[in-house]
Structures are given as C-alpha cells and as structure tokens.
C-alpha cells in the first residue's frame, strides 16, 4: 500500500514539475523551451472544412499544436436557429478564434484556390499586427512593391507566377528614369499580402473605363507622392493576359494597343495638350514601333514564298507583302511631318 502511495506521489511530482501553472503560460510563444510544441492556429473559411480537417491532421502529424475553428455555423444547428442566437455565437467565436491567434506560435491559412473571405482577411491582418507568422495551404501570388521614402509603400498585385512580377518590376525601374518619381524609390517584388492594399495588376483596356476611374480619382501632385491612377498610370504599362506567343493570346494585344490609343484621343477631347501627347507618342517610339509590326507582317507574308507548292512569283502573294510594307513607310513618314 505504501509502495503504491510513494508511486502516486512521485508521479504527481513529476506531472506537477512539467505542467505550467496556467493555459497563457502554456501557449505563451515567449516560451522556448524544447519540449514545447509548435502552436499553429488554422485561419479560413468554414466552407473548406474538410480542408481545414485534412490542414489539421497534416499539422498534428507535424507534431504541432493545433488551435482550429470548432463550429461550422454554415451547417443547420438548433444553436444558432434564430437569428439574434447566431449573431450573438458569430461574434462570441470571432473573439474566441482572435485569442487562438494570440496564442499560437505560427498561422497556417487554408485558402483553397487562393480563396479567402472578409472575416479570414481581417485575421490575417490581426496575425500580422502582432508579429505572428502567416503561411498558406495555396500560393497567394506574387507582387511588386514600390518603396518610397517616408512614405507608403505602392503595392501592385498579386500576379499568378513570380516571373511575371519580376517582368513588371524591371520595366517600372526603366521607366523611373523617363517619369516623375519621389527620390530614392525601390522597387522589388514579394508574397502577395491579402491584408495589405493593392492596386489592380489588370489596368481596364477600355478607354471609357480607365478615363473614368481616373477622374473619380484624387488629382496626382506630378511628384508620384499620391498612390493614384494618374501618377501610377505613368510607370505602369496594360497587361494583358498575352504573355506567351500563343496565337489565341495573342489576339489580347491588338484591342488593348486600340484602347490605350483611343485613351489619349479620348485625353484630347477632355482638354489635353495634344503637342504634349504626339511628343510623347514620338519619345515612346510608337509611330516606330506600329511600323515594324507592319514590317513583320510584310515578311512573313514573304515567307510564303519558300513554301515548296508556292510560286515564287505569286502576284497576290507579292501584292499583299507591299501594301504591307508601303503601310508601314507611311506611318513613318506621317509622324515625321507632325
């Protein structure tokens, strides 16, 4: 009986030695000590909730701790039937669900196809607040970043593959030097952040569009010291999704290069200096740059020629080849006498 007793002492010792004294210091991220496990805590919509079971048990294997959503509020439950219920439990689990990220070590967002709401958005952005880390089950894209001194930074984003945010970065580092910019400007690229601000990567293609988002915008001051249309207009180009020479791609660019030239013609009609836009169009090198693509037609109309059942002396081969290319003298010489 003795021995037993001595037995239940030293165990109770041993579990009273390794135990905390309290939850906070249990989950206390402060605390480093080698036997404490990693707390993560799951952040994302309950319409993934057999993702968020499949991140949880995936965690668990990790040999994490794991603090998850317990109510899926979505389903039908005799709990939050009535509405004033449900309000009241949605409120009392957000401020539940804001006490797991305060004491978690790490947050794993599951965002199933990039998806996530206003409510996974807010956590995010309260995960950062206090320094947590934030993963994702999903990538959340790339972005580019441009760091202005003692200023906010101009976030653009988010883009699907790095390379193409790499693409837009260099280019807006070869336009710093062609446009008004605040001193010192960096620009890199990064995970995209969905707590975080962001202008639009897809500039609208439609003249109309464009011009109207850029009057319901505040005025740029021409310094690049006010994150607007106007300004970010001048060192962001239209992407279109053509980024590859895939034919049906391809197609994209024709009405896109129309549009952005229907938008200076547009600018001219509301009162531009129309000196000030063919000066620019001259300094871009369009005039140049629409003749070569007359030019490349005329070749590869040529290059018809070389084909073995062609004759070389095809009339309507040779014909279509020099409208081209006459087309293409023309442009140039247009822009030569404005």
């Keep these: 009986m003795t ?11 041993l579990i009273a030695a390794a135990a905390p004294a309290t939850t906070e210091q249990l989950l206390n991220p402060s ?8 707390v993560v805590t799951l952040c994302g919509s309950t319409r993934f909730w057999r993702e968020l079971a499949e991140a949880n048990f995936r965690e668990t294997v990790a040999g994490h701790a794991v603090l998850a959503p317990g109510c899926d509020m979505k389903k039908a439950h005799q709990l939050w039937e009535e509405p004033a219920a449900a309000e009241e439990l949605k409120t ?3 401020a539940l669900h804001r006490w797991k990220i305060r004491a978690c070590d790490e947050v794993l967002v599951v965002n199933v196809g990039g998806y996530y709401g206003d409510s996974t958005r807010a956590e995010i952005t309260y995960a950062h607040l206090l320094g947590r880390p934030v993963r994702y089950t999903d990538p959340v894209g790339h972005a580019v ?9 101009v976030r653009i984003g988010p883009y699907k593959h790095e390379s193409r945010a ?8 070869r336009q710093l030097h062609h446009t008004s910019h605040v001193e010192g400007t960096v620009i890199t690229t990064g995970t995209f952040r969905p707590d975080l601000d962001y202008l639009d990567p897809q500039v609208p293609t439609d003249p109309y569009t464009l011009a109207d988002a850029m ?11 006010k994150a607007n249309s106007k300004d970010i207009a001048r060192i962001t180009a239209i992407e279109t999704p053509a980024v590859c020479a895939d034919t049906s791609e391809l197609a994209d660019l024709a009405p896109a290069a129309a549009a952005a030239l229907r938008l200076l013609g547009d600018a001219i009609r509301r009162g531009a200096d129309y000196e000030s836009i063919v000066e620019a169009l001259k300094a871009a090198r369009l005039p ?10 005329s070749h590869a109309v040529m290059a018809e020629l070389d084909q073995p059942d062609v004759d070389d ?4 081969i040779r014909l279509e080849s020099d409208n081209l290319s006459g087309a293409a003298s023309d442009i140039r010489n247009a822009f030569r006498w404005l």
Excluded at 288 to 297: G, R
Excluded at 313 to 316: A, E, I, L, N, Q
């Design 3 to 13: 021995e037993h007793r001595n037995r239940d002492l030293q165990a109770a010792a």
């Design 31 to 38: 605390d480093t000590s080698t036997d404490r496990p990693k």
């Design 92 to 94: 009392a689990l957000d």
């Design 145 to 153: 970043i441009l760091d202005r001194p003692g200023l906010d930074p």
């Design 166 to 173: 790499e693409e837009i970065a260099a280019g807006l580092r």
């Design 215 to 225: 009057d319901n915008d505040p005025d740029g001051d021409g310094t690049g010291r």
């Design 288 to 297: 140049e740059a629409f003749a070569e693509v007359l030019d490349a037609a």
């Design 313 to 316: 002396y095809d009339f309507d």
